[in-house]
């Protein structure tokens, strides 16, 4: 365990931190060592399949205390263990964790002790769809009476053959008639009443999920955002099958089932010698499709898997298409493409032949259960216990009653791979959100006190921290310039400063408020932040610019001005209207970083953070911008973080960050004479 987060530790270290034997090591031992050295240890009872993958590594025990490091689990299908005592790695299934049921939860941040009160369940899907039973209920009264209703075309049959024909009773014949017909207008209503519920329901339902998984996908904790592109895209369609599953179709098979009893004891009455051949089929049905569970379980999980890493290429390779062209790796992707198409339609075909052989075996038993109707009714009716009407509502009642028990064992066979994509959304929705600790709001405008105590960041499964022990203190109005070579955790100190991230270890103040006690949505209001690769979306100018809201006229023109994109708008002749394309397409590298800095200022932050704000401008334009950014920011606490030193001008005091740490700070030309000079360390 302490290997994945320091490297490789010696036995003899970790005994010397409890000054123990090898023999006295225990689980209060681990307690001590994560202790001394900084982490967080929790012990709890919780099985073992309800760990969250961002618990991971974790040290699991059995009812008999016998211990491994449960190490990995790629979507409930690779669980990867480590046994210390065999020192070896091994795979298990799923079910098999299930014998786990306490572990020993090892992390850094001691924040994450709060996502383990947080139930591990399915209620996020469940609860709305409990939320509309008033609808359900109408739809089971409504089902109800339908399938009273099939009854009375089979029941209306017996009685004409055995009663109508033989004595020529024409009058009952006409009541009867009538009587079915205004039963089948009845029938009609309430197939068509049950249908809209059940649609309006099903709308009302996919409206509810789709938005509430956008938002979680947009408020995700970064830290936490691990999933590739394709992976989210994929899991919108997940909910999607999962919620017609069990919110819709699933509803109105199960409501339908009871229609095979009403129906069998129908027959049980007429003849219960036939009856037996519906219910001995339909037990036959059931077994069958129960039995296919296990291959289709398996293909389900491959084609899973392939599916997201189809969505995964895909977007990918969209995204970089100028890219794969420069590069000529046309050849090579197109190659790639049709090995994972190829691979993906294989376990594709293969769950379709088991599902059609399912089908078609269903199909051929029910064509079983007329012929053994007929010919059990045949005897029977020799034996005087049955009549020819009554043989042919039986044969007419067994042909219905074995539908819904079709409809249930297909729902058996498709229940496997929903529940795969059920657990796959359970996992998204497990992870934690940025607002949902309920944070009050109402801080309105903060001056732009800013201060770092302590502050270090490890990103997950990394060993080493991106920033180590960082102390700042920034002063309100103060400017302050942020270098370093690449890769010493500057973007990433920008995405603490803006909550993206939290800190592993130590606390950020903003205004003296802890920024976890701060609502992202303050904060963001607070702050204003020109990333170092501006994310624009398809849309006009003026709709990338006024993200958050509505900007006037006279705002948004001055904005165009102040940040250079005024030559832009002129020659487009369309105003803030001109069309940026998709991902900024249409503009240059410079002029999207400059709308990202109109994005930035858009809001009038009290605190201004630049990352690289003259990327991609020529000398013209740059000199003109940093002229209108010292207009821009002379109230403003300004953090700029850039490689350029012409940029620098807009500071008075220079950080400088190397691996994670602070090597530099103070005034902007002593710390730059002392960079010039190569005696000093950078």
């Known amino acids: 365990m302490l290997d994945f987060y320091y490297g490789e530790v010696s036995v003899n270290t970790i005994l010397s931190l409890d000054a123990i034997k090898d023999d006295d090591f225990d689980i209060d031992s681990i307690f001590t060592v994560c202790e001394q050295i900084g982490l967080v240890c929790i012990k709890k009872d919780l099985n073992a399949q309800d760990i969250p993958s961002h618990f991971l590594p974790c040290i699991i025990l059995d009812e008999n205390n016998n211990s491994v490091i449960y190490r990995k689990n790629v979507a409930n299908k690779k669980i990867e263990i480590y046994d210390s005592l065999r020192e070896k790695v091994t795979e298990i299934t799923y079910k098999e964790l299930k014998k786990y049921n306490t572990a020993i939860l ?19 899907f469940w609860n709305p769809i409990k939320s509309f039973w008033k609808s359900y209920v109408e739809v089971g009264v409504l089902t109800f009476f339908i399938n009273i209703f099939a009854l009375f ?109 009403f129906a069998l004891i129908t027959i049980f009455l007429i003849s219960s010698t036939v009856a037996m051949v519906p219910l001995f089929i339909s037990i036959t049905i059931i077994v069958i499709n129960l039995s296919l569970q296990i291959p289709i379980s398996n293909l389900s999980k491959k084609h899973l898997d392939n599916v997201q890493s189809k969505h995964n290429f895909l977007i990918e390779s969209i995204q970089a298409t100028d890219t794969v062209k420069l590069s000529n790796a046309l050849s090579s992707k197109i190659f790639k493409w049709r090995s994972i198409i190829s691979h993906t339609e294989d376990v594709q075909v293969k769950i379709q032949k088991v599902n059609t052989f399912a089908i078609n075996i269903s199909q051929s038993l029910i064509q079983l259960t007329t012929i053994l109707v007929i010919a059990v009714g045949v005897f029977e009716i020799s034996n005087k216990n049955l009549s020819v009407g009554g043989l042919i509502a039986v044969t007419i009642l067994a042909s219905r009653a074995m539908v819904p028990v079709i409809n249930i064992s297909s729902m058996v066979i498709k229940f496997k791979e929903i529940k795969d994509s ?77 909550g993206l991230l939290h800190p592993t270890q130590g606390s950020i103040f903003i205004d003296n408020h802890n920024i976890t006690t701060i609502h992202p949505v303050e904060i963001r209001d607070n702050i204003g932040v ?77 605190i201004l953070i630049l990352d690289e704000p003259t990327t991609g401008l020529d000398v013209g334009l740059e000199k003109k911008l940093m002229i209108n950014l010292k207009n821009i920011v002379e ?23 190397n691996d994670g740490k602070i090597v530099a700070n103070g005034p902007r030309d002593a710390v730059l004479q002392a960079l010039r000079n190569p005696e000093v360390k950078r």
Do not use: C
Request: aromatic share 8%; no cysteine; glycine share 6%.
């Open 422 to 498: 059920l657990t796959n959304l359970r996992d998204f929705w497990s992870l934690p959100l940025e607002n949902e600790k309920n944070i009050e709001i109402g801080l309105g405008k903060l001056h732009g006190d800013i201060e770092l105590k302590n502050v270090s960041f490890y990103f997950k499964n990394a060993k080493y921290p991106s920033l180590n022990n960082i102390n700042i203190k920034i002063n309100r109005g103060e400017k302050i310039g942020i270098i370093g070579q690449t890769g010493a955790g500057k973007s990433t100190l920008l995405k603490l400063l803006t």
């Open 153 to 261: 075309t089979p029941l209306f049959t017996m009685i004409v053959y055995d009663r109508v024909v033989p004595n020529a009773a024409y009058d009952t014949l006409f009541v009867l008639s009538l009587g079915l017909i205004i039963v089948l207008i009845f029938d009609l209503v309430f197939k068509s009443a049950r249908s809209h519920i059940v649609d309006k329901t099903g709308k009302k339902l996919s409206i509810y999920f789709e938005e509430a998984l956008m938002k979680r996908v947009l408020a995700l904790q970064a830290q936490y955002d691990v999933m590739m592109t394709g992976a989210k895209v994929n899991l919108f369609k997940e909910l999607s099958t999962v919620r017609d599953f069990f919110a819709t179709r699933t509803i109105m098979q199960l409501i339908d089932f009871p229609f095979f009893f």
């Open 635 to 657: 109230d403003k606490t300004l953090i700029l973080i850039t490689h350029r030193f012409a940029a620098l001008e807009l500071v008075d005091k220079i950080i400088v960050i």
């Open 530 to 606: 020109m990333a170092q690769e501006p994310f624009l979306f398809n849309g006009t100018l003026k709709e990338n610019i006024e993200l958050s809201k509505p900007i006037s006229k006279e705002k948004m023109m001055e904005l165009i001005k102040l940040t250079g994109l005024e030559d832009l708008v002129k020659k487009s002749g369309q105003g803030d209207g001109i069309p940026v394309g998709e991902r900024g397409s249409n503009l240059s590298t410079g002029q999207r970083h400059l709308v990202g800095l109109a994005r930035a200022i858009a809001n009038d932050p009290s």
């Open 106 to 124: 090892i992390f850094r941040e001691d924040t994450k002790k709060e996502l383990l009160d947080k139930a591990i369940d399915n209620n996020w």
